[in-house]
């Protein structure tokens, strides 16, 4: 897939594989608004748009997309949410699946600090138990290896929307 100058994308999946990440090297490289929805309000560019993802997810993708060429809506949502993944999915996001090596993952989410450590294990056990990402039309995105190593958010990108920047 190219990059197209209308996109917008839902960046999801495993805690600490790299989603916020990629986000702002969308942001910083290829002119996306990198919306951090678990990050309200530092990580909203519109912060009036909280209010409309509180009403409607699939009005607030419309708006943002209608007020930003390219979105990017970083987002590693509840297992109970799937609701607002059809909605952000009917407004046009393509979903971003970010996954990769568990141990190395929660080590990473250890390592960040504030959040207890139980939160990213719950959250990695609903996942496993809803079967995601294979019940998700999802672009997956390896992230991390088990020997440790994280990607270059170019190579994500290349893996995403093909080789080329435009």
Known sequence: ????NE????????????????????????GFVHYDLECFPRGWPVPSF???????PYEFARRALSAHSRVAIDWGFPVGCLNIVDE??????????????????????VSRGGIPVENFDSQVTQIKAANLPAALEATVVEELKQEGGIRAPQEIFAEVFGAHKT
């Open 50 to 56: 909280h209010e409309v993802w509180a009403s409607s």
């Open 7 to 30: 996109s917008i994308m839902h960046l999801a999946g495993i805690p600490a594989t790299g989603k916020s990440s990629f986000g702002r090297y969308l942001a910083r490289e290829y």
């Open 88 to 109: 952000l999915k009917k407004a046009g996001a393509r979903l971003v699946w970010f996954t990769g090596d568990i141990t190395h993952a929660r080590l990473l989410f």
């Open 1 to 4: 897939m190219q990059l197209s």
